[in-house]
């Protein structure tokens, strides 16, 4: 599937033109950051640490300051066509950073860095709203592992150009060759840009607002009126929080602590990189091709036992009396271990980031998906730039020794679990359902468009919900009351289904008193904006006996929207390889009251 994606120009072609953007931009901020760290003579009175974490911030400013207004013009706007702008901004960046290096002007560098943050945050909003309008939603999960995994391997890649290239007596070749390969790269940028569909608006009567500050108080204000999309707004900005403080410190890492050559921050990068691949693409296989947010608690534990590890051997670590080549690196345990940690640590990134990409891009509004991913933007880049403060801090208090900034991330990682855990029970039922259900015998859904509309749901199963509940609740990516005839054996598992509101267990549905309870249930859920999941027969009896379909006008002049929402059944799909894991595809429809 990976392969077809690619040569799919629907995918194809943004594929390769985020591919090369992120390469470029991590080529020439990672030239920056190896300068002013080995440089003396160009960080003059500065100190390596400070002007490090400074070049991060000033990269994620821009994010702040202009994502909300580049959301406002993905929505109005064509997004290809929007990409398209943003990419031409690419060429004439990569010029100011050479001349920067010419002139020996680390404030002419800032600049660079600072230009290349500002074409990414005008490329951003449109480059994730532009995915779910071009794929079906079973593409999106592998659509992500490969945006995930291709992201980061051009981050390798334009650092290992970059550290390969960069040294303190680099001179004009830095100028002549990093520079002259990064605007080349912006160049087939830009052609690639071209090669991608259009993608035409859904608002286009959008009035802009010009005035960033009240626009981003807006953006934000109306993502975190999503229930379903801003946690996962907050964990991808935590995401970027770990993933910006690691990548940051790499550099100070190898020069202080392990007190090793430029080339070993890359080789610390690279072990980073492929962790984050393998994650993505073990998400991609243990999601069972869905949006599954159980694995973020998952990829969570993973990186709070990986991190845990690596405090221990970064505190027992002895740092070398010479300066360690890239060989020399390899040779020591301590080394492999620190590098096989990192591996795990990005593993656990990778699990976690996926669904929740995939969540944010399924389940915001349609209309105002690209400013939904601008408020992503906005929160991210304060997550960013809240880090590099927090790094300069932990730095400042421990004397330089930057180990505790790795160890203070873990400890985070505790709390953060423990948010996920008590804040999102419904999060953690999915982890726990991903070792109870066998994805064999789950269905392949397709069309999950409507789940992100407003309003509280009635979903209808087209099969008894008291069966097989628990393969309809790992089956539908959303949080959801099951309602079920009879009452489920004693466990912990049933007690904590009933604490939590998934199931409603009813023991005689065929009792005239038991059907209007289950009709007044319905109704209690639809007023709080939440979903409840009812089987056909008994949709059907509700519908003759108690008039359900009038339910959705008489709540909708309270204010109140209710989608009812079916699923159909093909048990011989046409469309899919004996390879695939379902072998029944369910449909999800919109039933007009």
Known sequence: MAIQLIRDNRFGAFFWTQFLGAFNDNLLKFAVTLAVTYNDSLRGSFSPGL???????LFILPFVIFSATSGQLADKF???????????????????TALGFLLNSVELLVLGVFLLGTQSAFFGPAKYAYLPEQLKSSELVMANALVESATFMA??????????????????????VVCGFGFAVALLGVHQAQRMPLTPSHAPDL???????????RNVRFATGLSTVWPALLGISWLWFVGATYLTQFPLLSKTLLNASAGVATVLLFAFTVGLGIGAFLCEKWSRKRIEMGLVVWGLVVMILAGLLLHVVLLNYETSQNQQTVIEFFSQFDNIAVLGLFVLISIGVGLYSVPLYATMQAFAPRQSRSRVVSANNIINSFFMVVSAGFAIVILLAMKGQVLWVFSAVTAINLVVLALWVFKQPYVVLRAQLLFKVNGRHLPHIENLDHLGEDGGKLIVFPTLLHDNFLQRMAALPIEMTAVLSGRLKPSRFANRLRKHGFILEFNKLSEIDTQKELIKAIASHIQQ???????????????????????????????????VLEFSEDSHP???????ISQTVWRLIRKDS
Do not use: C, H
Request: hydrophobic share 50%; proline share 4%.
């Open 207 to 217: 009035k802009v607002n010009w005035n960033v500050f009240s626009e981003t108080w």
């Open 155 to 176: 981050i390798l890649l334009g650092t290992i150009a970059a550290g390969s290239l960069m040294s303190q007596d680099a001179g004009n070749a830095v100028v002549y």
């Open 529 to 563: 904006g939440r979903s409840i999941a009812i089987d056909k027969p008994m949709f059907e009896l509700l519908r003759k006996q108690y008039r359900l379909d009038d339910m959705p006008g008489v709540l909708a002049k309270k204010g109140i929207t209710m989608n």
């Open 574 to 580: 046409k469309n899919l390889s004996n390879q695939e």
């Open 78 to 96: 064509d997004k290809t066509k929007v990409m398209r702008l943003a990419k031409w901004l690419e060429p004439p960046i990569v010029l100011i």
């Open 51 to 57: 002007l490090i974490n400074l070049i991060a911030a």
